[in-house]
């Protein structure tokens, strides 16, 4: 027979763990705070931005489980125990994203306010398909607005870096089963 | 914008869930994919005292055919049924759907389930489900019951759901040969409410004619609409490019948009025309190129 656990008591404060580029932030919450308040105010990571706070711009995309997710519409406590990537986990050891470096190369951005949502999707959407059309790429860049570049220059950014991504296993590919 | 303080609970069953809804009728609220309640909370729209987040409960995604339908688990995320290889060979009307839902990033959060649960006539998932003749499973302390689409939906916000009840799964009917689905919608940009949107699923005859139509609108009254008099035009007639004009006029009539910032009444008609009539062409089209399987 199956016995059911009894049923909890909600609670106004709630403990939670939640993994930010590989770091365990653990502290006591309200359970409404927003996810994007506990990344920049609590884990004190200002690269993901506040834009429209109503989930139409996508300046708050960080990754939940590798998953492109708007950061001002989840709660804090929606993504305890789970790994959330921001943009500040991109840079490796000194080195440049390449998604970052190819915003950098095809001047993706102008005023930057939008960026790192927009490179945070776009790394969703490599991580998925290193081919990406440029249909595929606007579906994807669909849910983060950019008032200044008209996109055209972050499409190339994203396939700049998709080419770069591609040479790179390519490479990777070649010294490890030599032909 | 800080939502109002609310009291959290995350439910590991549906029973636990049920059990804190029947204690708390008045003061709580179910929390799924929360891409529309967050946004109503944060703008104290809702005022939830107490929230049961039930997106945690895992057996509740799933999308699967079993004996006479397709199964819909309530907490499957929009993206999960976009990318179904079932869903895209069997029934495009969803994908069809889904893909018109708010915008990508949105729909890897939100549920198939809140869209209809919602009650929000402006959601794309009702005009749909009214289309296929679905049938919306409901688990509450007495267990399950069955409710079809057509009592499901009461008034803006409000379903035929009680106080103590959980949508848990969405079952369409399997398609039948020679039938197909469509669902068009107009919107201004992606991410905003259709102006106006359209659900149509029709099966035919072994002479070509309409043996079966539904037709759902989107955004066109208090609540989401079922076309009757417009599927009663396409029955038993064959369906040429004027009878489907005839129809999509029939549904035009008998809406009833409201006017706004998207435009007045008037233009919302003449936009639901032209996308019931778009809607129930291809619809048509997948029905004549079906294979005796079918789709929807």
Known sequence: ?179 | MIPGKFAYLAARTATEAVDTLGRHPDEAKLLAGGQSLIPMMKLRLAAPEILVDISRIADLAYVREENSHLAIGALTRESALETSDLVARRYPILVDTTQVIADPIVRNLATVGGNLAHGDPANDHPATMLALRAELVATGPNGNRVIPIDDFFVDTFETALEPAEILTEIRIPAPQAQSGGAYCKFERKVGDYGVAGAGAYIVLDGNGRVAQAGIGLSNMGPKPLRATDAEGVLLGELPTEERLQAAAQQAADASDPVGDLRGPAEYKRAVLRTMTFRALTRAVERAQSAEAGGSS
């Open chain 1, 1 to 179: 027979m199956n016995v059911e656990a009894p049923t909890q008591a909600a609670t106004e404060r709630v403990t939670v763990t939640v993994t930010i580029n590989g770091q365990a932030h653990r502290a006591e919450v309200e359970a409404r705070l927003l996810l994007v308040h506990f990344i920049r105010e609590t884990a004190g990571l200002t690269g993901t931005h506040i834009g429209c706070d109503t989930t139409s711009c996508g300046a708050c995309v960080v990754l939940l489980d590798d998953v492109p997710i708007k950061s001002c519409t989840l709660f804090t406590v929606q993504a305890d125990g789970r790994q959330i990537r921001t943009v500040e986990g991109l840079e490796q050891g000194g080195q440049l994203h390449p998604i970052q470096a190819a915003f950098w190369e095809e001047h993706g951005l102008q005023c930057g306010f939008c960026t790192p949502g927009m490179m945070m999707t776009s790394v969703a959407l490599l991580e998925r398909n290193l081919a990406p059309s440029e249909d595929e790429i606007r579906q994807a860049i669909s849910g983060n607005l950019c008032r200044c570049t008209g996109y055209v220059n972050i499409v190339k950014s994203v396939q700049h870096a998709a080419s770069a991504l591609r040479e790179a296993q390519a490479a990777t590919t070649a010294e490890v089963s030599p032909s």
